[in-house]
């Protein structure tokens, strides 16, 4: 029986539904790295569908088709970029130590570094996404609140084990996550020559989250 035959084309289905959802993580991968770029720098009300299709070289088509628009686009680099963040925060957060300084200077290390460094993931995370819709908003603060929360969770743990001695923190997760964010959206829109370095910025919330605990 030749290949082109009735027992070949279940097989040849396979293979192209298989390169076929290659692809799209390709052309995904390449709008997301597209969107960091972009909506990084010139920002994402100046960003153009075509323009983020053309930096990524797929077809508008194929971003309606992936993500249905341009704000699920922002969506979803947001979400990665914070995804990683958040990673890296409780990683730092969770280690062993007797002392709550170090663990919280990790901690906020962990949050400042990547947005700092990498000035197109701080701009995004805390400035592209303010104001554009409704819903983005309620998912901005949703992701405060979660920050929030997973403190509430550590407080508790170290209030546990004698390591802090703060009872209910009530609001002051939410102040510490929210006064994280204000801070970085302050370095982000103050002049490069006129900010503080990054471990400057870092002692100085250090310094302020603990004021906050103790």
């Not at 293979?15 to 720098?41: P, S, V, Y």
């Not at 290390?109 to 460094?117: F, T």
């Amino acid at each position: 029986m030749s290949e082109s035959g009735p027992a070949a084309t279940p097989v040849a289905r396979r293979w192209r539904g298989l390169e076929r959802e290659e692809r799209d993580e390709q052309r995904r991968r390449r709008l997301l790295d597209a969107a960091l770029e972009l909506f990084g720098t010139d920002g994402y009300a100046a960003t153009s569908i075509e323009a983020l299709c053309a930096r990524a070289n797929v077809a508008t088509r194929s971003l309606y088709e992936l993500f249905g628009g341009r704000e699920p686009v922002l969506t979803a680099v947001y979400d990665e970029i914070i995804g990683d963040v958040a990673s890296g925060v409780w990683a730092a957060l969770d280690r062993d130590a007797d002392d709550v300084a170090p663990l919280v200077r990790g901690g906020i290390a962990a949050y400042l570094g990547p947005l700092v460094r990498d000035e197109r993931k701080g701009r995004i995370t805390q400035l592209e996404v303010v104001g554009v819709s409704p819903e983005l908003e309620r998912h901005r603060r949703d992701v405060i609140r979660a920050f929030a929360a997973g403190m509430n969770e550590r407080l508790e743990l170290w209030s546990r084990r004698g390591t802090i001695d703060i009872g209910d923190p009530g609001l002051v997760t939410l102040v510490m996550a929210g006064g994280a964010s204000e801070t970085l959206v302050d370095h982000l829109v103050t002049p490069k020559r006129q900010r503080r370095s990054l471990d400057e910025l870092t002692d100085e919330l250090t310094r302020v989250w603990l004021l906050l605990l103790r």
